[in-house]
């Protein structure tokens, strides 16, 4: 009964602590940020196959990168610019992104990552 009753404890406590993609996407870190630089070859896919876009998030990579390893952010782009590439391709060939970041005011020249949250929000990275 006492190992059920922690057991119990321990799976609400990591329920209580567990953070979805939409609410990670609303309240980015710097290492989500450079998980999505790293992770810009699979979002034009992501990208393309979205027909509405709920809301947009603008993160802004310097606020991210202060205090952090802007050396790590640099590599990152550095390392990933084809894919970096083809997201802002795929950005710009779908209506409804296109649509919602140019309401937004986002510069897709200027977009490294994106993250795309199970409500509909995409979450765009900018440099």
Do not use: C, H
């Not at 321990?10 to 990670?24: E, G, R």
């Not at 084809?82 to 977009?111: E, G």
């Amino acid at each position: 009964m006492r190992t059920s009753k922690s057991l119990l404890a321990a799976v609400s406590m990591a329920a209580a602590l567990a953070v979805t993609p939409a609410m990670a996407a609303n309240n980015p870190n710097f290492g989500q940020m450079i998980s999505s630089i790293q992770a810009a070859k699979t979002s034009p896919t992501q990208i393309q196959g979205l027909t509405t876009v709920k809301s947009v998030n603008v993160v802004k990579v310097d606020d991210l990168a202060k205090g952090e390893n802007i050396k790590a952010l640099d590599e990152a782009v550095s390392k990933n610019q084809s894919d970096i590439t083809s997201l802002r391709t795929a950005m710009t060939s779908n209506t409804a992104v296109k649509t919602a970041l140019t309401n937004a005011n986002v510069d897709v020249s200027r977009v490294v990552a994106t993250d795309i949250g199970s409500d509909g929000t995409l979450t765009v990275y900018v440099r």
